[in-house]
C-alpha cells in the first residue's frame, strides 16, 4: 500500500526526529491507519537512518502494534489475575461466539478485531473490557451482547 | 511564574480565597474505575442542574483523582469529608441527579445514596465512618480524591511545591542521607533502600545522570502507580525534582504504560503547567538548578517494568533486559548513570522532605518504613486502592478494610506479588505485611497488588494462569525463561486437563529451580514463584487433580460437570437466559436440568443461584 508521507513526516517531526521516540511514531502511525503498515516502518527507518531490520524487531516486539489492519473497533477484553478470577475468560469465549472470530482475528465486515489483554488496572471493576478506550466494568456473559449491539454497523 | 517562596505562599493563598469563596464543594471521582461505572455523565448532568438552579457561583463541582473505593462507584464527596455518595446514578442518574440538588441546596442527607454495609441498622455518612476508610493512614493517597489533578493551583494551595523549596535550599548529600535515614525502599517490587540507591548513583562517574519514573504498572491487579499518576501527577514530579537535585541530574523520564491513557495525559498536563509555573526548567526557585521531563509511553510489553529493559525501551529499542554486572545506577540509559524508581516511591519523597526523616522512620516496621499502598480485588466486598502502615496484618487489610469474602465465601489465598509473588494460605493471615515477611512466605510485595481468592478457586488453574502470563510476556532473551517456563504450563496444563501424571509436581519443582538459577533478569528469576508457593501450600491439590482427575474448586472444565439438584430447584427462571450457550431447559416453578453436551461449563448459573441448586463435581 501507499502511505501518507506527509503526514507521517509530520509525526517523525514531532519528535524532533529523534531516534529514542521510535515505538511513539509507530503507536501515532497506527492510530492513523488502525495498523502499522510496513511501508511506514521501512520510511520512519529511512528518515530515520535506522535498518529495517531494527524497526522491524520494535514493530514486533511490543504488543500494542500490529502489522495487519485491523478492525473499526477493538474489543480488548482484560484477563489481568482479578479479571481472570472474576470470570474474564468466560467474557473471552462469549465475545468470540457472538462475533464468531477467534481471539487476534478481526470480523469479516472490519467492524472489530478482538484482543485479549494482560491487565488494564481497573482491577476493582473486573471482569473488565475496554473498547475504542471506553471502559466496561463487572461485565457478565450477559451482558456482551448488549456492548456488541452498541457498536452497530452505522458507529 | 514562580520564582521564590513567596510567590508560592501567593498563589497558594489566591487558591484558598477562590475555593473559600464557594459554599459547597462537590468533589466527583474521575478515576479510571469511576469513568467507567459513569462518573463524567454525573459531572455533566450535575453541572447542568447546578447551572440551571443559578447556583454556579455557589456551588464548585470538580472531578477529583481516584478515591479508592471503585468498587462503588463512581464516589462523590461533599465538603471536606462531609458525606459520601457511592454508586451515584447507576440506578437512575436524573433522580440521583435530583438528589444531589437537595443536599447542594440544603445539606439533607440522602440515606439511599449512603454507604451501606455488613451491619444495615450502621449509618455511614462520613468517609470516616467506612470502615475501608478509617483503617487507612493516607499519605501518598492523601490528595487523591482531593483535588483537581488537572488544576496545578490545587495542588500547590495544598503545600505543593513546598518540598522542592525547602530541598533546594538543602545541601544534595544531606538529602540524601534524609531519605536513607527514612528508611524508604522502593515500592516496585525489589525494595532497595531507596538512599542507597540515590547515593550510588550520584557517586557514580559520568555525565549527564538520568532520573527515571517507572509507571509500566505490568503486575496484573496492582493499580496504585495509575491512581497516582492520574489523580496527583505532581507529587510524583515533585519528588523527581528533589531526586534530580540530589543525584546531579537535570533530566527526567517517565515511563507510562500504553493501558494508561489517562495518566498519560493528566502527566503531560501537569509537566506543561510546572514549565509555565517555572517549577520545571532552568534555575528553579532561582536556585541554579535546572531539570526537566519527558514522558515516554510503552508498547504493552510487561517486561518493560524491569529497569534495564525500560532503559532499552526509552532508548528506542525493543524492551530486552541485560545481566546486571555492572548495575543501572552506573551505566543504565545510553550507558550513562541512571537512577530508576517506582512511581509511588517518588511520591513519598516530598513528604520526606516536607516532614522529615524522622516522621517516615515511625511509621512500619522496623525494615519497612511508612505507608504503602495496597490494590485489593479479587473475591472481596471492598475492592480498591487502600493505604496502609507497614506491618499491619493481612487479615486487617482482608477482613476489617475489605470487609471480608464476597458472598461469605470461604477464604482461600492472597496473591501478592504479581507473577514474582505466591499465594499465601488462611493460615498466615496474622502475619505482617512487609517487605520481609511476605518473601519468607514464598511471596514478595511487589508493587502491592492483593488478589484475593476463596473457595471457588483452584489453585492449579491459577498457577497456569501465572503460566500463561508469563509464556506471553516473556521476552524471549534468555533460555531458562523463554523454553522452561513454556514447558512448566505444559505440565501444569496438562494437569488441569485431567492428564498430569505421577511425578509432574517434582519435575516441576526442579524445572523451577533451574529458571531461578538460569534466568537473566528478576522476572525470569521469580517466574516459578506461583508455581512453587501454590505446592507449597496447596500440593494436595495437586495431587487430587493428578490422582483422581477432579478439581475441587470447580474451575477446571475438563474435570468438572455442572448438574441441577432437583430437591432445591425452585424453576425461579434465574439461571436458564443466564446461560451463554442455552443449554438449561426447564419451566418456570418447574424443576430444570442442564444439558451437558453443550454446556462449556462457565460456571454462569452456580454463580446466579440463590438456592444453592446448582452443584459441581
Given at each position: 500500500m501507499e502511505v501518507d508521507t506527509a503526514a507521517i513526516n509530520t509525526i517523525i517531526d514531532k519528535y524532533g526526529k529523534d531516534k529514542s521516540y521510535l515505538l511513539a511514531m509507530f503507536q501515532d502511525v497506527q492510530r492513523q491507519y488502525r495498523y502499522l503498515p510496513k511501508e511506514a516502518i521501512q520510511y520512519i527507518c529511512d528518515r530515520l537512518h535506522i535498518p529495517f531490520s531494527k524497526g522491524y524487531e520494535v514493530a514486533t516486539f511490543y504488543a500494542s502494534l500490529s502489522l495487519t489492519p485491523r478492525g473499526r473497533h477493538t474489543v480488548h477484553v482484560c484477563l489481568g489475575t482479578a479479571c481472570h478470577l472474576r470470570g474474564g475468560p468466560n467474557i473471552l469465549d462469549t465475545f468470540e461466539r457472538e462475533l464468531n472470530i477467534k481471539k487476534g482475528e478481526t470480523t469479516e465486515n472490519g467492524l472489530f478485531t478482538l484482543e485479549s489483554v494482560n491487565c488494564l488496572g481497573a482491577c476493582a471493576l473486573a471482569p473488565l473490557v475496554r473498547i475504542d478506550g471506553q471502559d466496561y466494568g463487572k461485565t457478565t456473559p450477559g451482558s456482551v451482547k448488549k456492548i456488541i449491539n452498541e457498536y452497530g454497523e452505522s458507529s | 511564574m514562580i520564582a521564590s517562596i513567596e510567590q508560592l505562599d501567593g498563589m497558594a493563598a489566591e487558591y484558598k480565597q477562590k475555593t473559600g469563596a464557594y459554599s459547597k464543594i462537590v468533589k466527583i471521582c474521575c478515576g479510571t474505575g469511576c469513568i467507567s461505572s459513569g462518573a463524567l455523565r454525573v459531572y455533566e448532568k450535575l453541572n447542568e442542574a447546578i447551572a440551571a438552579e443559578r447556583l454556579t457561583d455557589k456551588v464548585l463541582v470538580k472531578k477529583t483523582g481516584c478515591h479508592g473505593l471503585c468498587e462503588r462507584g463512581p464516589i462523590i464527596v461533599f465538603g471536606d469529608d462531609e458525606i459520601l455518595y457511592q454508586t451515584v446514578g447507576k440506578r437512575n442518574l436524573d433522580d440521583d441527579i435530583r438528589l444531589l440538588l437537595k443536599t447542594v441546596k440544603d445539606g439533607t442527607v440522602v440515606e439511599n445514596l449512603l454507604y451501606k454495609g455488613e451491619d444495615k441498622t450502621k449509618r455511614h455518612v462520613s468517609p470516616r465512618d467506612i470502615p475501608f476508610y478509617a483503617g487507612q493512614t493516607r499519605v501518598v493517597l492523601a490528595l487523591n480524591g482531593v483535588l483537581d489533578p488537572e488544576d496545578i493551583g490545587e495542588y500547590i494551595s495544598f503545600g505543593g511545591y513546598r518540598a522542592v523549596h525547602k530541598a533546594l535550599q538543602m545541601d544534595p548529600v544531606q538529602i540524601i542521607e534524609w531519605i536513607q535515614k527514612s528508611g524508604l525502599r522502593g515500592r516496585g517490587g525489589g525494595g532497595f533502600l531507596t538512599g542507597t540507591k540515590w547515593r550510588s548513583c550520584r557517586d557514580a562517574s559520568g555525565e549527564p545522570r538520568y532520573v527515571i519514573a517507572n509507571?509500566?504498572?505490568?503486575?496484573?491487579?496492582?493499580?496504585m502507580d495509575r491512581s497516582l499518576m492520574e489523580g496527583n501527577p505532581h507529587a510524583v514530579i515533585e519528588g523527581m525534582i528533589i531526586g534530580g537535585y540530589a543525584i546531579g541530574s537535570n533530566h527526567g523520564f517517565i515511563y507510562v504504560r500504553d493501558e494508561y491513557p489517562l495518566a498519560v495525559h493528566r502527566l503531560s498536563i501537569a509537566i506543561e503547567k510546572a514549565k509555565e509555573q517555572g517549577l520545571l526548567g532552568a534555575n528553579i526557585f532561582n536556585s541554579g538548578f535546572g531539570f526537566d521531563i519527558k514522558i515516554y509511553r510503552g508498547g504493552g510489553a510487561f517486561v518493560c517494568g524491569e529497569s534495564t529493559a525500560l532503559m532499552s525501551s526509552i532508548e528506542g529499542k525493543t524492551g530486552e533486559p541485560r545481566a546486571k554486572y555492572i548495575h543501572t545506577v552506573e551505566k543504565g540509559l545510553w550507558d550513562k548513570p541512571s537512577n530508576l524508581n517506582n512511581v509511588e516511591t517518588w511520591a513519598c519523597v516530598p513528604h520526606i522532605i516536607n516532614r522529615g526523616w524522622e516522621w517516615f522512620d515511625s511509621i512500619g516496621t522496623p525494615q519497612s518504613k511508612g505507608t504503602k499502598v495496597f490494590s485489593l480485588v479479587g473475591k472481596v466486598k471492598n475492592t480498591g486502592l487502600v493505604e496502609v502502615p507497614m506491618g499491619i496484618t493481612l487479615n486487617e487489610i482482608i477482613f476489617k478494610l475489605g470487609g471480608g469474602i464476597q458472598g461469605d465465601k470461604r477464604f482461600k489465598a492472597v496473591q501478592t506479588g504479581g507473577p514474582s509473588g505466591g499465594c499465601i494460605p488462611g493460615e498466615y493471615l496474622d502475619m505482617p505485611v512487609d517487605f520481609d515477611s511476605l518473601t519468607k512466605l514464598g511471596s514478595m510485595m511487589g508493587s502491592g497488588g492483593m488478589i484475593v481468592m476463596d473457595e471457588r478457586d483452584c489453585m492449579v488453574d491459577v498457577a497456569r494462569y501465572f503460566l500463561k502470563f508469563l509464556v506471553d510476556e516473556s521476552c524471549g532473551k534468555c533460555t531458562p525463561c523463554r523454553e522452561g517456563v513454556r514447558r512448566m504450563f505444559e505440565i501444569v496444563d496438562n494437569i488441569c486437563k485431567g492428564n498430569g501424571l505421577k511425578g509432574d509436581v517434582e519435575h516441576l519443582e526442579e524445572l523451577a529451580r533451574a529458571i531461578q538459577l538460569g534466568s537473566l533478569c528478576a522476572l525470569g528469576q521469580s517466574a516459578p514463584n506461583p508455581v512453587l508457593s501454590t505446592i507449597k501450600y496447596f500440593r494436595d491439590e495437586y495431587n487430587i487433580h493428578i490422582e483422581q482427575k477432579r478439581c475441587p474448586a470447580g474451575v477446571c472444565k475438563a474435570l468438572t460437570t455442572f448438574t441441577i439438584d432437583p430437591e432445591k430447584c425452585t424453576g425461579c427462571m434465574r439461571c436458564a437466559p443466564e446461560c451463554p450457550v442455552a443449554c438449561i431447559s426447564g419451566e418456570k416453578k418447574k424443576v430444570h436440568t442442564i444439558d451437558r453436551s453443550k454446556c462449556i461449563k462457565c460456571g454462569t448459573c452456580y454463580d446466579v443461584c440463590r438456592f444453592g441448586a446448582v452443584k459441581y463435581e
Open positions: - | 509507571g509500566d504498572e505490568g503486575d496484573p491487579g496492582a493499580f
